[in-house]
T-cell receptor
Framework: QKEVEQDPGPLSVPEGAIVSLNCTYS??????FMWYRQYSRKGPELLMY????GNKEDGRFTAQVDKSSKYISLFIRDSQPSDSATYLC??????????FGAGTQVVVTP | DSGVTQTPKHLITATGQRVTLRCSPR?????VYWYQQSLDQGLQFLIH???????AKGNILERFSAQQFPDLHSELNLSSLELGDSALYFC????????????FGPGTRLTVL
């Protein structure tokens, strides 16, 4: 079983809709949670970085962590075609290694 | 632009060959990480170097090796290449280490024929 599970999608939404992405993880000791965005054939870029349970907002992006359920989420409001990309959740494991989810491909249609 | 550079962008080679991938971290970053991204395995951590010393190993094959030089650039050496080694190889850098944000380079696409 992978330490971080993420549905690979694809997830298709109309422009302006809310995109909802999530991951589950196995180890309750994990404390650092990230969301990366990766455009086709490009390197991942960090979108959100959270250290604890609760919500963190940055513009149209909201990251949510529920440590009791070992569940993390990313919400994108007012989605745009330029948001079409693969979104990867990532978590630092107990040995300081970054464990990535499989990535969810998001397609925002005009 | 993350500030991390990787060369070459593309590499096409044959099975059994050896290649070297190069990475220059962001200015001031001491840590370099290597990742492999393939369609079936996703983004997998390979190895982490901090200021010239190996700090952590992930799912790195014995045919693969890496090093970080005094100027902090890093090289990933892949030998006895197999078809299954075809993938995107990313380098990332961060300031000091565990918990720091990692900045990814543009990647090197390796195709083994």
């Amino acid at each position: 079983q992978k330490e971080v599970e993420q549905d690979p999608g694809p997830l298709s939404v109309p422009e302006g809709a809310i995109v909802s992405l999530n991951c589950t993880y196995s180890n309750s000791a994990f404390q650092y949670f990230m969301w990366y965005r990766q455009y086709s054939r490009k390197g991942p870029e960090l979108l959100m970085y959270t250290y604890s349970s609760g919500n963190k907002e940055d513009g149209r992006f909201t990251a949510q962590v529920d440590k009791s359920s070992k569940y993390i989420s990313l919400f994108i409001r007012d989605s745009q075609p330029s948001d079409s990309a693969t979104y990867l959740c990532a978590i630092f494991d107990s040995w300081g290694k970054l464990q990535f989810g499989a990535g969810t491909q998001v397609v925002v249609t005009p | 632009d993350s500030g991390v550079t990787q060369t070459p962008k593309h590499l096409i080679t044959a099975t059994g060959q050896r290649v070297t991938l190069r990475c220059s971290p962001r200015s001031g970053d001491l840590s370099v990480y290597w990742y492999q991204q393939s369609l079936d395995q996703g983004l997998q951590f390979l190895i982490h170097y901090y200021n010239g010393e190996e700090r952590a190993k992930g799912n790195i094959l014995e045919r693969f090796s890496a090093q970080q030089f005094p100027d902090l650039h890093s090289e990933l050496n892949l030998s006895s290449l197999e078809l299954g080694d075809s993938a995107l190889y990313f380098c990332a850098s961060s300031g000091s280490g565990v918990g720091d944000e990692q900045f990814f380079g543009p990647g090197t696409r390796l195709t083994v024929l």
